[in-house]
């Protein structure tokens, strides 16, 4: 009993171990930030200026960002500030997702980062993608997530239609409170004349089309040789 006794104490101890690992890695992969504040300034050509603000709760040296490929989204520059201290991103693409990295940061707690960029959207029903950190935000004490705060302002006619999004009675400002940062926005506005959405501007899906054709391809073959096969076997169990 003494050996079964022992084995089942060290491997209560193993848990204990491996969950704080877990707990430990799941910190260390946190980006260090729980007060997020993004302003959109919609114009009445359709092209939105975003504004993000992460107040940072510890020092950061290098981090990852990613932006989601939205079709008929033309995206701007995209600037980095820490304290007025400009930051290179280093830019690249793996469809859908454009990844930015910046490293020799050196920003200390209670700084600011601030990324801005301009979106053209075309209008209509459209998207607007925000660039969002690799890594989950830190949770405000007390919440199951961080305090997210975005606000869409309409130089003309415009609605912000997701995610749930309340309305400032008098002013053209729509606001929502979040527990993490959406990849993308949604609002309705006039359609611009002078941007158009075609096929180039809309680009792919990951190649999510021909993973598509794939696999239709391959159930078009695969469902009849295998209700040939099995129509054989059951004629010849009959047999």
Do not use: K
């Not at 980095?80 to 793996?94: E, G, K, L, T």
């Not at 158009?196 to 391809?217: K, Q």
């Amino acid at each position: 009993m003494r050996p079964r006794g022992g084995c089942a104490l060290a491997s209560a101890a193993l848990a204990v171990v491996l969950a704080g690992a877990r707990t430990a890695a799941a910190q260390a992969a946190s980006f260090p930030a729980r007060e997020v504040r993004v302003e959109v300034t919609i114009g009445a050509d359709a092209r939105a200026r975003v504004r993000e603000a992460y107040v940072l709760t510890g020092a950061v040296d290098a981090a990852t960002f990613e932006l989601l490929d939205v079709p008929c989204a033309r995206l701007g520059p995209v600037t980095s500030v820490v304290d007025n201290r400009a930051i290179a991103f280093d830019a690249s693409r793996r469809a859908p997702w454009t990844t930015f990295r910046a490293a020799g940061i050196g920003a200390a707690a209670g700084a600011v980062w601030r990324i801005e960029y301009l979106v053209e959207t075309g209008g209509g029903d459209a998207a607007v993608p925000l660039v969002l950190p690799a890594a989950t935000l830190e949770r405000v004490a007390g919440t199951r997530g961080a305090a997210v705060t975005i606000a869409v302002t309409f130089a003309g006619d415009g609605d912000a239609t997701l995610p749930r999004f309340d309305h400032d009675a008098g002013s053209r400002t729509w606001r929502a409170r979040l527990l993490a940062l959406p990849s993308l926005i949604r609002v309705r506005v006039p359609r611009a004349a002078s941007v158009a959405c075609d096929a180039a501007t809309a680009g792919t899906s990951g190649g999510l089309e021909w993973r598509f054709w794939i696999f239709v391809a391959t159930m078009a073959i695969w469902v009849p040789v295998y209700l040939w096969w099995f129509g054989r076997r059951r004629a010849g169990e009959d047999d």
